[in-house]
């Protein structure tokens, strides 16, 4: 019979009545392809084998929907995805099938442990990107979430500089230099050396000459050997501003010098030092040798010898005392010009200079 409206289009009637039979109105003969489309989305019950279920096949037990439909080999879609080579459709929510490996899960065990923990129907859905917030460091050193983790060490500081140089101590000033290494001076009286002091040759000498009362009247180191030799001690000990030396003439010790930084004396306080002023003391210690002019003729010997040897020096000085008369005359002609007299700790002094410049006029 015609269709009399649109309603009686196919698929478009009114359908059976529950406990009816349906009947056919078209006879239409629809395509594979869409019967595994209806069949894909609306799966059809199965009818369990006898026998135990094979490879592939789910337990027909388990009455599961989300398990319906995804044995291999069931109906027309399953056809289809053999056909086309597909595997089958995992289920959002259910196991993987057998030979299917799980991609890692990238993130720290905290993450990892959130993603396989099921959840409870009641718990809230949990945010599918969270953004991981800085670790929060825990007692001892180790960060949450990683028990027993050490804490990792800064980077060293790299630096572009070069190796500390190990400290060197610094060499002792060359205040005077040598003395011993100057080189003879020719006088009317023989050839004149200065001889640095030696302690363990020199003191039973030296210690006599002290304790000659011409002497001692003035240098007061009167006394026995030790007293000498704490005097001497103190120079050959110091830091080289006064170095004691033996005065030998044509090979005989016969005079005592000290060859001293005045500018870092304590006679610089007195009077008007320039820098590398250099200053003498002496004795004449044999008799025989004094009062024929033997004194001045190397007084003057020295300060020459002082003069050539050390160049940054512009003046020689020496304080003898005001009273020993016999000596500021010997340092007069020498060559030496009285400058003043100053009050010094120990005496009343005449302060004698021999300046460069006038070296060859006095």
């Known amino acids: 019979m015609p269709p ?27 395509p594979d392809e869409l019967v595994a489309l209806f069949d894909a989305d609306s799966p059809a019950p199965r009818t369990p084998a006898p026998d135990a279920p094979g490879p592939g096949d789910l337990d027909p037990a388990d009455p599961g929907p989300a398990h319906a439909g995804l044995g291999e080999g069931d109906g027309p879609a399953a056809e289809a995805r053999s056909a086309t080579g597909a595997g089958p459709v995992p289920v959002p929510g259910a196991a993987p099938p057998p030979g299917l490996a799980c991609p890692p899960v990238a993130g720290p065990p905290s993450a990892l442990a959130s993603a396989t923990t099921s959840a409870s129907p009641s718990d809230p859905e949990p945010d599918p990107d969270p953004v991981p917030g800085p670790a929060p460091v825990q007692e001892g050193g180790s960060v949450a979430g990683w028990p027993g983790s050490p804490r990792p ?51 039973a000498l030296l210690a006599q000459w002290m304790n000659d009362p011409a002497v001692a009247a003035f240098w007061e180191l009167a006394g026995p050997d030790s007293v000498t030799a704490a005097h001497l001690r103190d120079q050959l000990d110091g830091d080289g501003r006064s170095v004691p030396c033996l005065g030998v003439l044509d090979g005989t010790p016969m005079s005592y010098w000290e060859i001293y930084r005045a500018d870092l004396d304590p006679l610089a306080r007195h009077y008007p030092a320039r820098p590398h002023d250099t200053g003498v ?31 940054p020096c512009p003046r020689v000085i020496a304080e003898p005392d005001l009273r020993n008369t016999p000596s500021v005359s010997a340092f007069l002609g020498a060559g030496f010009r009285f400058h003043a007299e100053v009050d010094l700790p120990d005496k009343r002094a005449a302060l004698m200079v021999r300046d460069r410049v006038l070296r060859n006029l006095l």
């Open 4 to 30: 009399t409206d649109a309603s009686t289009d196919a698929g478009a009637g009114p359908g059976p009545l529950p406990g009816e039979a349906a009947d056919d109105t078209l006879d239409l003969e629809l």
């Open 153 to 203: 060490d800064p980077p060293a500081p790299v630096s572009h500089l070069p190796a500390p140089v190990p400290h060197l101590p610094a060499a002792a000033p060359d205040l005077l230099g040598s003395p011993r290494d100057w080189a003879p001076a020719a006088t009317p009286f023989g050839s004149f050396d200065l001889v640095p002091v030696r302690l363990d040759r020199d003191l």
């Open 281 to 311: 003391h002496l004795l004449i210690g044999g008799v025989a040798d004094r009062g024929r002019g033997v004194g001045t003729t190397l007084l003057r010997a020295v300060a020459d010898l002082i003069l050539d040897n050390r160049p």
